[in-house]
């Protein structure tokens, strides 16, 4: 096994590496053709639909002009891209490619992004976790005992949700170099952070496979676009088994038009950042704070006297944050998004609000 195409293979479900995808109609059409010729192999509507945009043709079910902009951006190839309905998509194909239902395994590393373990059970897959240590780094020894020659997938969320901590450098080279599967470093959250992104290094790891998105610091959730950054094998395996048009006309449309304004991105995740640092050191004065752990995401893992209570509190005061003090070394845990700075003042009066209200004063 020498090629990273004979590596790739030799990881791919021998189903997936068979398959042959469907073709669909604008696959082999060049850039362009829909405004030159006419179209009429796809069963469109040549007279169009209600609305006064048009959305009658299929959009590019290879999204070229998307990863083109990408590309730029990323400073990779776009042929070292996967572009996804969500990074989420990304996650579930990853599963359907590598992982063998009832016979593969995935490494996880809680507590860490839920969606790893509910993709694993919806692809029967076996979940093996390696806890983060109580300080939320994570703990190499309990991740090689879990490791097998069917450990296909081994998720490491950098920064992790809902820690917000970033992995150290020298375990994620460790596992790139030692790990017999693809190793997923997800990096939803890389913005908010100070460091580079790993995917600088998709061609120096055949087994790296970055996963990024427009959903946080581009502030465009709703629009659903994710992408996937490795090798071209691994990118044309996603490609071959993903739906056609996986991305809708509106959100390549918009994405595109999104990806001009990076500095409107970047002004922004600045904003959220300071935000951040006053929210946290606002936080640590209050009563019934007892941690605020640090963070390098657009959110705050906050360490409570009674999570249970203050969650239920903030809930009826119209304030919903995520109660995470179910997770593995997370008692007493809510996780709260950096909001405006309007609204990080509405969550500090409230919490200093419950104070006030459930101590008891003795006389
Ligand atoms: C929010 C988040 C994502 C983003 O998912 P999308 O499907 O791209 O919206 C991915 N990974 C983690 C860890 C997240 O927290």
């Known amino acids: ?3 990273v195409q004979e590596k790739i293979e030799a990881l791919t479900r021998p189903n997936i590496r068979s398959l042959k995808p469907y ?9 362009g053709i829909l405004a030159q010729r006419i179209m009429l192999d796809a069963n469109e509507n040549s007279y169009g639909g209600p609305l006064e945009e048009d959305f009658s043709r299929y959009p590019d079910p290879q999204q070229r002009v998307l990863k083109q902009a990408l590309a730029k951006l990323k400073n990779v190839q776009e042929n070292q891209i996967f572009i996804g309905n969500g990074s989420d998509e990304a996650i579930d194909l990853l599963f359907r490619a590598f992982v063998q239902p009832g016979q593969d395994n995935v490494i996880l590393l809680p507590p860490t992004y839920g969606m790893y373990a509910v993709q694993g059970n919806i692809h029967d897959a076996e979940i093996r976790q390696a806890p983060l ?4 780094l994570p703990d190499p020894e309990a991740i090689w005992r879990q490791t097998d020659q069917h450990s296909k997938l081994l998720f490491i969320c950098s920064p992790n949700n809902p820690t917000g901590q970033r992995m150290p450098d020298e375990l994620v080279l460790e596992l790139l170099h030692k790990f017999p599967g ?3 470093l997800d990096e939803a959250y890389l913005e908010f952070s100070a460091h ?8 120096e790891f055949s087994n790296l496979v970055v996963l990024q998105t427009l959903s946080k610091a581009w502030g465009l959730a709703g629009l659903r676009v994710g992408m996937a950054l490795s090798n071209p094998f691994v990118i044309n395996t996603l490609n071959k088994i993903k739906y056609p048009y996986n991305l809708n006309a509106k959100t390549i449309q918009l994405g595109l038009k999104a990806l001009e304004r990076p500095d ?5 995740a600045a904003q959220i950042v300071a935000e951040r640092q006053r929210l946290a050191l606002a936080l640590v004065e209050l009563e019934a704070v007892e941690t605020v752990f640090p963070s390098d995401a657009n959110f705050l893992l906050v360490r409570v006297k009674d999570a249970d209570g203050l969650y239920q509190f903030m809930a009826q005061k ?5 109660n995470r003090s179910r997770e593995i070394h997370c008692e007493n845990c809510l996780r709260i998004t950096i909001g405006t700075a309007a609204e990080n003042d509405q969550v500090l009066a409230v919490i200093q609000e419950f ?3 459930t101590t008891i004063i003795l006389p």
């Open 264 to 268: 409107k991105m970047h002004a922004k």
């Open 355 to 357: 104070t006030n209200e």
């Open 23 to 31: 073709s669909s109609a604008r696959d082999e059409a060049p850039e």
């Open 133 to 136: 240590r109580p300080d939320f």
């Open 1 to 3: 096994m020498n090629t």
């Open 196 to 203: 580079a992104s790993w995917a600088a290094r998709i061609s």
């Open 182 to 184: 693809l190793v997923v």
């Open 318 to 322: 119209g304030i919903v944050v995520r």
